[in-house]
């Protein structure tokens, strides 16, 4: 049987396999939806996608192979009910066909139950497009029937940015080429700053696809990126994953952007509970809500699950208002034509700090409000200008204790992070970061090369702990404290042994290099052989049960430190006590109690 006749067959009876590759939403862990992706039959010439879809066009049936792959895939994403959107592929061939049956798609949603807000287009753009009027045209079709567009391999095909100028699209996704070892070319990393800013600048969510190896999700996400999809994530399938677990991500070495304060208040704890919309809701009742309410200046948009899909401010529907022809043109529109669709949502759990950084990045108006949700519903809202005067009191409050030479925070910041851990019952471990040598060498090379070494172990310290769930502080001189939240407290630990060793070198001559140390004169006056910088570090995981502040943890992890001093080399002694050694004693809390 030709292949021509295979495909006719598949046609016939529906014989195609739909499969699913999740698009998550790293910043907010969770997923934003799942483009459908389309089989022949399993051990046939046309289960390819390549073949399948090349063999329908030599053959000029795309058309009916497109509708056959979109009705199985809406059929499927329903049948599994899985969260978030749909994308579909849709080729520009077929979207200009002539012959193509219009209204089919509306049909189709209507058929299986999905709402049309929670599909995506994804136009490819390696297709060449003779006519562009008409293929805009047609987007503002689907645009009117509730649909969101996407412009698929961004950067692979003939037009690029002049058909993103044209097509306006909720989301673009980027080729496979641009995002494939991005992490060691400077011109790629150049490439997708450039598009990050032009998304900034339109609006437009951009997701990036293809990807296999973690170094390329690190830079994707330290650029911006929140939206990730490829096989590193999950694979394409029948059965895709409804939630990204956290125990994925700390995997993947991705835990959000870190901030060396460690704010520990979580955004719910500023939510203003305020009604939100549904997505039906016409302009003309939107506009009734903020009348009755002078002090709402924000209305967020929900779908039929409860689900926060955009935010409506007062000032551009009052503003649409109070056009010549704007309450003719919009009263009776429904809210989604003028909503804000890329509003920032965040988990009521998120930290302050994240938040702000999701926030600087992003550069949101001030003025605005941001979603906070819990479980993916709709929870309340939060004023950008609240969270920034908390974060920013924070900040001060930190600075006052921070240690001048590195910035981190110290004693009195490091004391709040192990009390915090104590009071809120969550496991944790203790480093006590000490340098050996360091007085010699201070000595020898003078205050300057001593000051930039315990820079060097700042630095060295911090980002070995950046991908980890850490809070770093400077106690002073050449002691550091590092909490880790994590299990992986140990395997850090010898990674910053071992780059410390290897940057601090740099500091010394060759020939100290090469003889492994100097000859120096200690407080005796007598010469004496001093090995090149290393460090002791005593590590500890306290019994919470016992241990009932800051001190009693801070005291298992000097006398851990010390052990670790014992040894002439760098070394971790890793403590197996972890109870305060002398008995608690309750603090009287008031006067009266001490008579």
């Given at each position: 049987?030709?292949?021509?006749?295979?495909?006719?067959?598949?046609?016939?009876?529906?014989?195609?396999?739909?499969?699913?590759?999740?698009?998550?939403?790293?910043?907010?862990?969770?997923?934003?939806?799942?483009?459908?992706?389309?089989?022949?039959?399993?051990?046939?010439?046309?289960?390819?996608?390549?073949?399948?879809?090349?063999?329908?066009?030599?053959?000029?049936?795309?058309?009916?192979?497109?509708?056959?792959?979109?009705?199985?895939?809406?059929?499927?994403?329903?049948?599994?009910?899985?969260?978030?959107?749909?994308?579909?592929?849709?080729?520009?061939?077929?979207?200009?066909?002539?012959?193509?049956?219009?209204?089919?798609?509306?049909?189709?949603?209507?058929?299986?139950?999905?709402?049309?807000?929670?599909?995506?287009?994804?136009?490819?753009?390696?297709?060449?497009?003779?006519?562009?009027?008409?293929?805009?045209?047609?987007?503002?079709?689907?645009?009117?029937?509730?649909?969101?567009?996407?412009?698929?391999?961004?950067?692979?095909?003939?037009?690029?940015?002049?058909?993103?100028?044209?097509?306006?699209?909720?989301?673009?996704?980027?080729?496979?080429?641009?995002?494939?070892?991005?992490?060691?070319?400077?011109?790629?990393?150049?490439?997708?700053?450039?598009?990050?800013?032009?998304?900034?600048?339109?609006?437009?969510?951009?997701?990036?696809?293809?990807?296999?190896?973690?170094?390329?999700?690190?830079?994707?996400?330290?650029?911006?990126?929140?939206?990730?999809?490829?096989?590193?994530?999950?694979?394409?399938?029948?059965?895709?994953?409804?939630?990204?677990?956290?125990?994925?991500?700390?995997?993947?070495?991705?835990?959000?952007?870190?901030?060396?304060?460690?704010?520990?208040?979580?955004?719910?704890?500023?939510?203003?509970?305020?009604?939100?919309?549904?997505?039906?809701?016409?302009?003309?009742?939107?506009?009734?809500?903020?009348?009755?309410?002078?002090?709402?200046?924000?209305?967020?948009?929900?779908?039929?699950?409860?689900?926060?899909?955009?935010?409506?401010?007062?000032?551009?529907?009052?503003?649409?208002?109070?056009?010549?022809?704007?309450?003719?043109?919009?009263?009776?529109?429904?809210?989604?034509?003028?909503?804000?669709?890329?509003?920032?949502?965040?988990?009521?759990?998120?930290?302050?700090?994240?938040?702000?950084?999701?926030?600087?990045?992003?550069?949101?108006?001030?003025?605005?409000?941001?979603?906070?949700?819990?479980?993916?519903?709709?929870?309340?809202?939060?004023?950008?200008?609240?969270?920034?005067?908390?974060?920013?009191?924070?900040?001060?409050?930190?600075?006052?204790?921070?240690?001048?030479?590195?910035?981190?925070?110290?004693?009195?910041?490091?004391?709040?992070?192990?009390?915090?851990?104590?009071?809120?019952?969550?496991?944790?471990?203790?480093?006590?970061?000490?340098?050996?040598?360091?007085?010699?060498?201070?000595?020898?090379?003078?205050?300057?090369?001593?000051?930039?070494?315990?820079?060097?172990?700042?630095?060295?310290?911090?980002?070995?702990?950046?991908?980890?769930?850490?809070?770093?502080?400077?106690?002073?001189?050449?002691?550091?404290?590092?909490?880790?939240?994590?299990?992986?407290?140990?395997?850090?630990?010898?990674?910053?042994?071992?780059?410390?060793?290897?940057?601090?070198?740099?500091?010394?001559?060759?020939?100290?290099?090469?003889?492994?140390?100097?000859?120096?004169?200690?407080?005796?006056?007598?010469?004496?052989?001093?090995?090149?910088?290393?460090?002791?570090?005593?590590?500890?995981?306290?019994?919470?049960?016992?241990?009932?502040?800051?001190?009693?943890?801070?005291?298992?992890?000097?006398?851990?430190?010390?052990?670790?001093?014992?040894?002439?080399?760098?070394?971790?002694?890793?403590c197996n006590r972890r109870k305060p050694s002398a008995p608690v004693v309750r603090l009287a809390k008031s006067t009266q109690e001490m008579v």
């Open positions: 049987m030709s292949e021509q006749q295979v495909l006719h067959s598949i046609i016939e009876k529906g014989e195609i396999q739909t499969v699913f590759q999740p698009i998550f939403d790293i910043a907010k862990k969770q997923i934003l939806g799942y483009e459908a992706l389309s089989r022949g039959p399993k051990g046939s010439v046309l289960e390819s996608p390549d073949r399948l879809f090349t063999t329908a066009n030599e053959a000029e049936k795309l058309s009916e192979l497109e509708l056959l792959c979109r009705d199985s895939a809406i059929k499927h994403f329903v049948a599994l009910d899985l969260p978030g959107k749909l994308f579909i592929n849709v080729s520009p061939v077929t979207l200009l066909d002539p012959h193509h049956p219009r209204g089919k798609t509306l049909h189709l949603l209507d058929k299986y139950g999905l709402s049309a807000n929670r599909v995506v287009i994804e136009v490819t753009e390696q297709d060449k497009v003779d006519d562009g009027f008409l293929l805009l045209k047609t987007i503002a079709h689907y645009r009117e029937l509730g649909l969101s567009i996407a412009i698929d391999d961004l950067g692979a095909g003939y037009s690029g940015l002049k058909q993103w100028s044209e097509l306006c699209p909720d989301f673009v996704k980027l080729d496979r080429y641009f995002v494939d070892h991005c992490d060691q070319s400077i011109v790629k990393r150049e490439f997708l700053k450039t598009i990050i800013e032009l998304a900034k600048a339109t609006g437009t969510a951009v997701i990036a696809e293809g990807i296999e190896r973690s170094e390329e999700l690190r830079l994707l996400e330290s650029l911006g990126i929140a939206h990730a999809q490829g096989f590193l994530l999950e694979r394409p399938s029948n059965k895709p994953s409804k939630t990204l677990h956290d125990n994925r991500l700390s995997q993947l070495n991705l835990a959000g952007p870190k901030s060396t304060l460690q704010t520990s208040m979580v955004i719910g704890n500023l939510v203003l509970k305020q009604q939100a919309i549904a997505s039906y809701t016409k302009c003309k009742d939107a506009h009734h809500v903020f009348e009755q309410d002078k002090r709402v200046v924000s209305l967020a948009v929900v779908n039929e699950f409860g689900q926060p899909i955009g935010l409506l401010h007062r000032d551009q529907l009052t503003e649409v208002f109070a056009g010549p022809y704007g309450h003719a043109l919009f009263a009776k529109k429904a809210v989604t034509e003028l909503m804000d669709k890329q509003p920032l949502i965040v988990d009521e759990n998120d930290k302050l700090d994240v938040v702000s950084h999701q926030i600087t990045e992003h550069e949101f108006d001030i003025r605005r409000h941001i979603i906070v949700t819990r479980h993916s519903s709709y929870l309340g809202l939060a004023p950008l200008r609240d969270i920034l005067k908390h974060i920013t009191e924070e900040k001060i409050r930190h600075a006052q204790h921070a240690n001048p030479l590195t910035m981190l925070p110290g004693n009195v910041a490091i004391n709040e992070a192990i009390e915090h851990r104590l009071r809120s019952q969550n496991d944790f471990s203790l480093a006590y970061v000490d340098l050996n040598h360091f007085k010699q060498f201070n000595d020898l090379y003078g205050y300057a090369s001593g000051d930039s070494v315990i820079k060097l172990l700042a630095d060295v310290t911090v980002q070995v702990c950046a991908a980890s769930q850490c809070f770093v502080g400077h106690i002073g001189g050449d002691d550091f404290m590092v909490v880790f939240d994590g299990d992986d407290a140990e395997l850090l630990c010898h990674q910053i042994i071992e780059q410390f060793e290897t940057q601090s070198k740099a500091f010394f001559t060759p020939e100290h290099v090469k003889s492994g140390g100097y000859w120096a004169t200690n407080r005796e006056g007598q010469k004496q052989f001093v090995p090149l910088l290393t460090l002791s570090i005593g590590l500890v995981r306290p019994d919470l049960e016992f241990c009932q502040n800051s001190h009693q943890v801070a005291a298992l992890a000097t006398d851990a430190k010390k052990e670790a001093k014992r040894y002439r080399n760098s070394y971790l002694f890793v």
